[in-house]
Structures are given as structure tokens and as C-alpha cells.
């Protein structure tokens, strides 16, 4: 057999052997949603050429972006084991911006560091938390994240958020006061005494609320029921344009600042269960969430490059409804994520 032959026919083999392995176990791991999943008969094309393929993925890999985004929590208001409440991680250069902090956002950050390495989500070196909004699935996890190692902390955490944050920190302050005195009186060994409390910043005008080398990222007003100031966030790094939603209905200004973005992260709720509720939440769920169909009407305006669903409200509807009926009325790429999925 000729050499060339015989490292083509050794290559097809050890992808096919991962190829299998992966699909095995994919379902009990984290995934990287950095393009469609595949189907059976993409595979079997993928298999068929498989030389190709393997300087395909080694470059692919070679080229990960310095950017990327992990979903740490795809929930909502409505009690879910699988999810954790609101919670995006945008990874820049080895630091994370976290947006919203809902009930077990940190341990899923825990998870993404010790199962997929990123060490920047570790909760101590979390450093940057910017919230939409102070519903109670957006921020729960806000004393876990403040108080968790908080002795170890070279800095305090940074917060930006809306009218209400600071009086919700000095909640959790009070809420805590037994165990900061008890570690600042007794013999632990704090790193930085400064770090038990947060440094917040709330939004008095929309715009820029954060600057650094490689990243900026803009606050912007959303229509969130009653809400007097909800907020979606444009993130651009030097390789990534994001545009978070936040909890909205139908956003003329979330259209305009997701016209051309990369990624759009945005809430919605099915419409098959929608129609399934009872009027008086009918009205509300239109009055502060946006309709699946009403979302694809607005990424076809936006033509964002990835339309990421999360924060999906579907009751009786199977969850996987709002994929099909976005991609009913939008033709581009849309993903819907669970909870530690990344997308890059």
C-alpha cells in the first residue's frame, strides 16, 4: 500500500473512532456551539472525506477566536433542574464579564471551571457583573457571588447595574454581616478586607459603561413590563460584536443595536404556549416578553450572524418549539443553548 494511502486510510480511521466516541458521550458534556450540529447524513458526508476534515478541525482550533461566550444560565422565573435563572459570561482575553447573576449562576461557573477549564470563571476572579435588571431570576445568585471566597479576593467586585443595586447590595451586606465580621475579627487569613462589599456603578444615562484594552460595552434602554430601567448590553471586543437582550418586549432598540452584530442573545416565549395561557397572562407575556414570531421578525431586520434563544418561556409547549418557529419566519442561524454550552 502506498505511504500516502496509508496515512489517509489511518487518519479516516482515528476520526471516525473519535467521531464515535464523541457522539457517546456528547450528551453528558458541555458543547461548543461553534456552528450547527451536526446531522447523521452530514457525518457520513464528514467521514467520506475525512483527510479533509482533520486539517479542517485542526485549523478550525488553531483559530479559536480571544473571544467567546458561555451560557451559564438559559433559565427563567419558572422552576427548571436542568437550568440555572439568567447568567451570560463573555470570556475576553482570560477575564470574564459576567451578565446577571440568577439562582446557581455561580455554581455553573464553578462547573465551567473545573470540567472545562476556564479559569476565569472560577467565582473568585470573577471581577465584572452588569445586570438588565433586578428581577429575582436575574440577581438570586448575587449574595452567593459576593460572598463566595470572598476572603480570597485580590479586588472587589465591580457592578453596574440599574437604580436599586446599591440598596439590594446593602441587603446582602446585612444579610452577611455575621459571617464578614466573624472573618474579619477572628484569625482567617483575608486577602483584602474591601473585598467583602462591591463596588457599584448604577446607570444614570444610557451609553458606555465599561472600557478596557480590547472591549467596550454600551448600556441601552429596553421595554421590560413596568420596569422604569431595564437594560440590554453591546459588548465589542476586537474580534466580537454581542448584543444581549435582557428581559424585553418587542425592542425597536435592541433591532437597531443588533443590526450587523455577530451574536444576538435574546429572551423569548413560544408562541404555541403562549396561546395556551389564560388571557391575563397572555396580556402580560406580551406586554414584557417578547413572541417567538415577533423575534424572527426582528432578526430578519437585525440579520445578526448567530441568533442565540435563552430565557425561554414555553409552558405547555415543548421547549424545542421556539426553534422551529423562529426558524419558521428567519432563515438565519439560530441556536438554542443549554445551560454551559459556548459559543464562539
Not at 462591591?198 to 458606555?208: H, N
Not at 430565557?311 to 405547555?316: A, D, M
Amino acid at each position: 500500500m502506498p505511504i500516502a494511502t496509508n496515512i489517509a486510510t489511518n487518519i479516516a480511521t482515528n476520526i471516525a473512532t473519535t467521531i464515535t466516541t464523541t457522539i457517546a458521550t456528547s450528551f453528558a458534556q458541555p458543547r461548543r456551539l461553534a456552528g450547527p450540529r451536526p446531522a447523521p447524513r452530514a457525518i457520513a458526508t464528514f467521514l467520506a472525506l475525512a483527510s479533509a476534515a482533520l486539517f479542517s478541525a485542526t485549523l478550525s482550533t488553531a483559530a479559536q477566536a480571544d473571544t467567546s461566550i458561555v451560557m451559564l444560565g438559559t433559565g427563567t422565573p419558572v422552576p427548571d433542574g436542568e437550568r440555572a435563572g439568567s447568567g451570560v459570561a463573555v470570556i475576553h482575553d482570560g477575564e470574564a464579564y459576567l451578565f446577571d447573576v440568577g439562582p446557581g449562576v455561580v455554581e455553573r461557573a464553578s462547573q465551567a471551571q473545573e470540567r472545562m477549564g476556564i479559569e476565569a470563571l472560577a467565582p473568585v476572579n470573577i471581577e465584572r457583573l452588569f445586570l438588565t435588571h433586578l428581577h429575582s431570576d436575574h440577581v438570586l445568585d448575587y449574595p452567593e457571588l459576593l460572598g463566595t471566597y470572598w476572603w480570597r479576593r485580590e479586588q472587589p467586585i465591580s457592578v453596574v447595574g440599574p437604580v436599586g443595586t446599591e440598596a439590594m447590595s446593602q441587603g446582602v451586606y446585612t444579610m452577611l454581616a455575621e459571617d464578614t465580621n466573624t472573618r474579619l475579627a477572628d484569625k482567617s487569613p483575608v486577602t483584602n478586607p474591601a473585598a467583602a462589599r462591591a463596588l457599584v456603578t448604577e446607570i444614570e444615562k444610557e451609553g458606555l459603561v465599561h472600557e478596557s484594552p480590547g472591549i467596550s460595552i454600551h448600556a441601552f434602554g429596553v421595554t421590560h413590563g413596568d420596569w422604569e430601567q431595564a437594560y440590554g448590553y453591546k459588548v465589542v471586543t476586537d474580534d466580537l460584536t454581542l448584543v444581549i437582550s435582557g428581559d424585553t418586549s418587542l425592542s425597536e432598540e435592541v433591532r437597531r443595536q443588533a443590526s450587523g452584530a455577530d451574536v444576538l442573545i435574546h429572551e423569548v416565549i413560544s408562541r404555541q404556549g403562549w396561546e395556551q395561557l389564560s388571557p391575563q397572562w397572555q396580556a402580560y407575556h406580551q406586554y414584557a416578553h417578547t413572541l417567538s414570531d415577533e423575534l424572527a421578525e426582528l432578526a430578519r431586520e437585525a440579520r445578526p450572524g448567530t441568533l442565540v434563544l435563552t430565557h425561554v418561556l414555553h409552558y405547555s409547549a415543548p421547549r424545542e418549539s421556539v426553534l422551529d418557529e423562529v426558524r419558521a419566519d428567519y432563515d438565519g442561524r439560530v441556536l438554542l443553548p443549554d445551560d454551559l454550552d459556548v459559543i464562539e
